[in-house]
């Protein structure tokens, strides 16, 4: 009986989720979003924030612009985005990609703007029917020099309506 009790919660769960992947259903992630974890050879290991809203243009797909910053020594960056993401059925498994301009500014000499692309996989998990926590794996790709290239875990907060 526990067994037929969990899979009809787990099915009532899965239509919430697909409720909030149709089209003209708009997607934020406030700013603590993409509070992340990274690596590259360039920055070494750092902390950051990002924030993105976009729309679902067609039914699990949505559309999405960012910006972002990351405040840690030796060195300040800014970013702005402009990415897709695709959302695996009523299961909240996404998969996202797109372009970015990042502008770096070391303590030490002069700035960088570095254009890239970056792709993602997470897991939108539903605290609420609205509300979810949403980890994921991220590599950020630069067309610059693959110095400045990363690959991080992040784990962020969003709202659907």
Do not use: H
């Amino acid at each position: 009986m526990r067994k037929v009790v969990f899979s009809l919660c787990l099915l009532g769960m899965s239509i919430a989720a697909k409720a909030q992947f149709e089209q003209g259903k708009w997607v934020v992630n406030p700013s603590v979003t993409g509070l992340s974890y990274s690596q590259s050879s360039y920055e070494g290991t750092s902390f950051g924030i990002n924030t993105q809203a976009g729309a679902f243009l067609i039914d699990n797909a949505a559309l999405m612009v960012g910006v972002g910053g990351n405040w840690t020594r030796p060195v300040d960056s800014y970013r702005t985005s402009v990415s897709g993401r695709y959302y695996f059925q009523t299961t909240g498994v996404y998969l996202g990609a797109g372009v970015k301009m990042e502008y770096w500014k070391p303590e030490s000499s002069g700035s960088v703007t570095d254009l890239g692309a970056f792709a993602e996989a997470g897991y939108a998990f539903f605290i609420t029917k609205t509300i979810t926590l949403e980890p994921a794996v991220y590599y950020d790709l630069s067309f610059k020099d693959s110095a400045y290239s990363k690959f991080g875990l992040k784990v962020g907060f969003g709202l659907y309506f």
